[in-house]
């Protein structure tokens, strides 16, 4: 007879080694013979399913210590009755027992720890145009999350939970330049996310001004910018100073005489860009600031 115990064990313990199918959790099978759980104890994962499946004799599968919100059971395992599942919702150790052949040592226990957390958000680059707008990001995410955005001319949408998306809203960008805003998407467990959101530059008006000669000097500029233009004796027209991020740094001033003085010593070094407006025509013209 034992002989015979000890194979059907083994057989047993090579079926349990097989990897059960996954679709969003797993399905852990503990298979009960006479007398004894195979196996007796289990790592698991809130959301898996413990299923307990009989080979021989009459059993039960009865809770005997789980977690206190914990749902309890007490389950008949034999030919009639040859499988129990239990989808577990609560983290914790589970202990539990076959009734009837507890002093036989017929014990099993398993433990049920809170899923990973996962988090992943696509594209991972969005282009977009000059103009003002917004585009969003897809989030897949079995958790909460937050997002921050680096750039003082995009924001998004600041937190979420589970599967959702960011959205940018990104300002209109008046430099010639192309920007970039990072956007940063954190899950407490996961690795950070960074996204980016890449706006090209103004092209807008560049070559629709007047076809006369704006003069910008000196360039570089220490504290005063002169401009120079034929236009600016008859009529006024508006500047507006950003900087190489697209923010607007001064402006918009009206001027007009030629040549005229615009006080720049506000700006810190660096480049710089005046955008000319008259009408619905503009031109842009770039500087660079010195001490």
């Known amino acids: 007879?034992?002989?015979?115990?000890?194979?059907?064990?083994?057989?047993?313990?090579?079926?349990?080694?097989?990897?059960?199918?996954?679709?969003?959790?797993?399905?852990?099978q503990v298979f009960v013979g006479n007398y004894f759980f195979n196996p007796a104890s289990l790592n698991v994962t809130v959301g898996d399913t413990v299923k307990w499946?009989?080979?021989?004799?009459?059993?039960?599968?009865?809770?005997?210590?789980?977690?206190?919100?914990?749902?309890?059971?007490?389950?008949?395992?034999?030919?009639?009755?040859?499988?129990?599942?239990?989808?577990?919702?609560?983290?914790?150790?589970y202990n539990y027992v076959c009734t009837p052949h507890a002093a036989?040592?017929?014990?099993?226990?398993?433990?049920?720890?809170?899923?990973?957390?996962?988090?992943?958000?696509?594209?991972?680059n969005r282009n977009v145009s000059a103009a003002p707008g917004s585009t969003t990001f897809s989030?897949?995410?079995?958790?909460?999350?937050?997002?921050?955005?680096?750039?003082?001319?995009?924001?998004?949408?600041?937190?979420?939970?589970?599967?959702?998306?960011?959205?940018a809203n990104f300002g209109e960008n008046t430099s010639t330049l192309q920007r970039v805003a990072t956007i940063t998407i954190t899950a407490p467990g996961a690795p950070t996310q960074n996204v980016t959101v890449t706006q090209a530059g103004s092209t807008l008006g560049l070559n629709d001004h007047s076809a006369e000669t704006i003069v910008v000097y000196p360039n570089p500029v220490r504290s005063e910018i002169n401009i120079s233009s034929e236009s600016l004796k008859t009529s006024s027209e508006e500047i507006t100073v950003y900087d190489v991020n697209g923010r607007k740094v001064l402006g918009p001033l009206s001027i007009s005489g030629s040549p005229v003085s615009v006080d720049a010593s506000s700006l810190r070094e660096g480049v710089y860009f005046i955008r000319f407006q008259k009408d619905n025509t503009g031109m842009i013209r770039k500087i660079v600031k010195t001490q």
């Open 1 to 28: 007879m034992k002989p015979k115990i000890y194979t059907l064990s083994a057989m047993i313990l090579l079926a349990a080694l097989v990897t059960s199918q996954k679709v969003h959790a797993t399905i852990h």
């Open 53 to 93: 499946v009989w080979t021989a004799g009459s059993h039960t599968t009865t809770s005997s210590s789980i977690p206190p919100t914990a749902t309890s059971w007490d389950e008949q395992l034999n030919s009639g009755s040859p499988t129990f599942s239990y989808m577990v919702m609560v983290p914790g150790t």
């Open 104 to 124: 036989m040592g017929m014990v099993g226990s398993f433990t049920a720890s809170n899923p990973a957390s996962t988090l992943m958000v696509t594209p991972l």
């Open 139 to 167: 989030v897949s995410s079995n958790t909460s999350w937050n997002a921050n955005c680096s750039s003082a001319w995009c924001s998004c949408t600041p937190s979420g939970a589970g599967n959702g998306s960011v959205t």
